[in-house]
């Protein structure tokens, strides 16, 4: 009789040391449960613009089922293209600057296995979308995190991050508007964190998938700084900004050789994304302006209630900028960020994610999504009510 194996023996070492997605076990801990109220996972739940779904269908019944090139559409590239020059004044070529991927995290994925050799160090400034530090992992880099701080609004400062950087350091990865934090990066700020950039010749890597969620002002977009723009990898898509979150479109700008080198692994590995989805991009992009700003003021109601109604319960909340995230400290309970979420979710069934999934900078602080109604956000804000006065007795 042949021995039996183990198959956990032949699980990757390095696999072994990430952690499944905290916000993913969650999201399976809700699904499970009745009338709960979700602050949890980022999604809109605005439905996707019906003019974007029609031009969806349009292309369904018309047979349009076939594979694209694997850089994309070229007419989605061309509108992406269009949208930075206008918008940001930075101008990438459609053709050989702009790869559409599978969602941002495809991009974020393949954009970190295209520049980072093994041991290579990465800096991920936290707290951060999840996904981050096991993505350098997964590609034989050396996450760094660098923490940021609700007294200076989670930004980034250079000095903060010249004091990371070792001779091993090859990128940096950025997320303004920020998830989960809601906070943004003022031009100012991002030149100085360019400077080191330079002095140091690094690659940027800016995930700016809220750009058009910014409440205050005006989203600058890194690239569009001096010199910056051949050191950026630009990542975006239209989950948040559309309300496309299950059409999994994502893209990535960037200079000829680093476009080239991502689209190497994404023609391996996923060869194009859908060309239904595609197209519902360039809808999207073509006529959709009005439906996004309507959602971005409605997100904006919802931030001021939220933020307002989670400081009238004694927990301090930082005012978000942008996203679509409050992110209060929850350390005047007593209760680590797990067993606050974990309580909250078992006693008043209002889900919610710990801020320590999102790293070190996160601990004692909790993610609450205002993508969600008005309506939902007051009768969580009243169950949270309940659950803060209960852990006085």
Not at 68 to 93: A, M, P
Not at 234 to 260: C, Q, V, W
Request: with cysteine; charged share 25%; net charge negative.
């Amino acid at each position: 009789m042949r021995e039996r194996c183990d198959p956990s023996a032949f699980v990757a070492e390095h696999l072994k040391t990430v952690p499944p997605s905290g916000i993913r076990r969650f999201f399976d801990l809700v699904s499970e449960m009745d009338d709960v109220i979700s602050l949890g996972v980022g999604e809109p739940d605005f439905i996707t613009p019906w003019h974007i779904r029609e031009a969806c269908i349009h292309s369904i019944e018309h047979g349009v089922t076939a594979y694209t090139s694997n850089y994309g559409l070229l007419e989605l590239r061309e509108e992406i293209s269009k949208l930075y020059s206008q918008k940001y004044r930075v101008d990438y070529n459609p053709e050989s600057e702009s790869l559409v991927t599978t969602g941002v995290s495809e991009a974020l994925d393949i954009a970190i296995r295209a520049i980072v050799n093994p041991g290579d160090e990465v800096i991920v400034v936290q707290p951060s979308y999840v996904s981050y530090v096991p993505s350098v992992i997964f590609a034989g880099g050396v996450p760094v995190p660098v923490s940021t701080k609700m007294s200076n609004n989670f930004k980034i400062t250079s000095e903060e991050l010249e004091d990371a950087i070792t001779d091993k350091t090859k990128a940096v990865i950025i997320n303004y508007p920020n998830n989960p934090t809601g906070a943004v990066m003022d031009k100012d700020s991002l030149e100085s964190i360019a400077d080191v950039i330079v002095e140091h010749d690094l690659m940027m890597i800016s995930d700016e998938v809220y750009d058009c969620l910014t409440y205050n002002g005006t989203h600058t977009c890194f690239a569009s700084l001096e010199g910056m723009r051949d050191r950026t990898i630009l990542l975006n898509g239209f989950s948040k900004s559309h309300a496309m979150t299950g059409f999994r479109m994502g893209y990535a700008l960037a200079a000829p050789e680093i476009i080239d080198s991502m689209m190497l692994i994404h023609q391996y590995s996923m060869l194009c994304a859908p060309i239904t989805a595609q197209i519902g991009a360039i809808e999207a992009l073509k006529n959709g302006e009005g439906e996004v700003q309507k959602m971005v003021r409605e997100y904006d109601r919802r931030r001021h209630l939220i933020v307002g109604g989670l400081n009238k319960l004694g927990l301090e909340c930082f005012e978000p900028k942008g996203a679509f995230y409050a992110f209060p400290s929850i350390s005047s309970t007593g209760l680590t960020s797990g067993d606050f979420a974990e309580g909250l979710l078992n006693e008043q069934k209002v889900a919610t994610v710990p801020g320590d999934v999102f790293g070190e900078a996160g601990v004692g602080f909790l993610r609450c999504s205002y993508a969600a109604s008005r309506e939902d956000i007051h009768t969580a804000l009243d169950r949270m009510d309940e659950f803060v006065d209960g852990l006085k007795v």
